[in-house]
């Protein structure tokens, strides 16, 4: 059973555009939601990150939408550039000290 | 400072051959992570340790797998009489420690292991 599960699996934006990945879990434990992005032949690496207390979270052109009635959260790509082309991961936690479970991932391609 | 180092980088390996996967975390991290990720997938969990204490293995697949930090730095990933399933690239990771959630994971390049 998939704890974490994203959608779409890949995505073509044209340069400038808005891409947006969504996520969706179950396990109303999970108490923190963070986006990996992975470029190829890189291990992922940590992009942003929310608690459930703020439904907002914006790091430059990155923002987290967090909806805890729906359990569920999306990215934000704002003005997406060929150098976002990646693969991105969502995943979610819980403090019990569980390990971080992650989305399948999506692909996003940001052509010119 | 440096990342996390994992070697080999590529190993391919024959049918019911053990293998062992070595990882450096960085120096400082207390937490060190072991993730399986197959191609197109997210990683999955495989285990974990604090320190030198397996806080976690609840992911290893079978007893086939093992996993040790003795010196709570670098760590191995054990696989004994390896399978073609077990073909995937093996990922480490470490933080700072404290729960996931208060210490990012840094993930290593990975391992690609290839069983013929």
């Known amino acids: 059973q998939q704890q974490v599960k994203q959608s779409p699996q890949s995505l073509i934006v044209q340069k400038g555009g808005i891409s947006i990945i969504n996520c969706a879990y179950e396990n109303t434990a999970f108490d923190y939601f963070p986006w990996y992005q992975q470029f190829p032949g890189k291990g992922p690496a940590l992009l942003i990150a929310i608690r459930p207390d703020v439904s907002e979270k914006k790091e430059g052109r990155f923002t987290i939408s967090f909806n805890k009635s729906a359990k569920q959260f999306s990215l934000h790509i704002m003005d997406s550039q060929p150098g976002d082309s990646a693969t991105y991961f969502c995943a979610a936690w819980n403090s019990g000290n569980t390990p971080l479970v992650f989305g399948k991932g999506t692909r996003l391609s940001v052509i010119a | 400072g440096a990342g996390v180092s994992q070697s080999p980088r590529y190993k391919v390996t024959k049918r019911g051959q053990d293998v062992a996967l070595r990882c450096d975390p960085i120096s400082g991290h207390v937490s060190l992570y072991w993730y399986r990720q197959a191609l197109g997938q997210g990683p999955e969990f495989l285990t974990y340790?604090?320190?030198?204490?397996?806080?976690?293995k609840s992911g290893l697949p079978n007893d086939r797998f093992s996993a040790e930090r003795p010196e709570g730095s670098i760590s191995t990933l054990t696989i004994q009489r390896t399978e073609q399933r077990d073909s995937a690239m093996y990922r480490c990771?470490?933080?700072f420690g404290g729960g996931q959630g208060n210490s990012p994971l840094h993930f290593g390049n990975g391992t690609r292991l290839t069983v013929t």
């Open positions: 340790f604090n320190y030198e204490a397996q806080q976690d």
């Open positions: 990771a470490s933080s």
